[in-house]
């Protein structure tokens, strides 16, 4: 089921939209502030609904603290209707932005049009995961519990083969050869455990990277 966060703190906005969400078969999660936003989210949430004023600070800074974590899908809901308004909101990364009043069946065109285009995103994002850590191939960046970690190009390349052939010994010679070839640049034995050793250390867990005793290395879940 598709999981909505509504973040309003008017009462009888929040009462029909919850319902109206309910009747077409979303989960709907309700937080009446910024505070309580923060303490109910969770990175599992589908899309957010957010007010822009609320009673203890402005939706943007609550938009800013979620792309922060995860590009959640955000819409802001809220009667500010100024150009200026709408165009901050976009720019910092909200993905729709709706003036009230406004009819539900638009609300929920507008839910299911972004969902619908975050699902197509997803789908072309390979993910490429082992434990905890993922990278999103289209995007070359590295994740581990959905904050981004900072790879070098050389620890990101090296990171990446051995994702794509989880479970799989890659010797060291493939290793140095496919390196090599990857930065246009030699890399030596000597450079490549210094690399595996910097990326464990990134990684924070150095059981995620497995040497295999006089071959190579590998990762496996």
């Known amino acids: 089921m598709v999981k909505i966060f509504l973040i309003e703190d008017d009462y009888t906005i929040t009462l029909g939209i919850k319902s109206f969400l309910r009747k077409n078969n979303f989960k709907v999660i309700h937080a009446e502030n910024i505070e309580e936003g923060k303490k109910l989210f969770d990175i599992d949430i589908d899309l957010?609904?957010?007010?822009?004023?609320?009673?203890?600070?402005?939706g943007y800074e609550f938009c800013r603290y979620v792309k922060a974590i995860k590009d959640i899908p955000v819409i802001f809901i809220t009667?500010?209707?100024e150009e200026g308004d709408i165009v901050k909101g976009l720019d910092m990364g909200a993905d729709d932005y709706i003036t009230k009043p406004f009819k539900f069946s638009v609300l929920l065109s507008r839910i299911n049009a972004v969902l619908r285009r975050t699902k197509r995103q997803n789908f072309e994002d390979e993910v490429l995961r082992c434990k905890d850590i993922k990278i999103i191939k289209s995007q070359t960046k590295v994740y581990k519990n959905d904050c981004k970690i900072s790879l070098t190009v050389r620890e990101y390349n090296l990171l990446l083969l051995l994702l794509e052939n989880k479970n799989r010994t890659l010797t060291r010679d493939v290793l140095l050869d496919k390196l090599w070839d990857a930065n246009r640049e030699f890399v030596n034995d000597n450079t490549l455990s210094v690399s595996i050793k910097r990326l464990r250390e990134k990684l924070g867990d150095a059981s995620v990277i497995k040497t295999v005793r006089g071959l190579g290395y590998k990762v496996e879940d």
Do not use: Y
Not at 48 to 58: A, E, F, T, V, Y
């Open 48 to 58: 957010i609904l957010l007010d822009l004023n609320l009673p203890d600070g402005i």
């Open 79 to 81: 009667v500010r209707d």
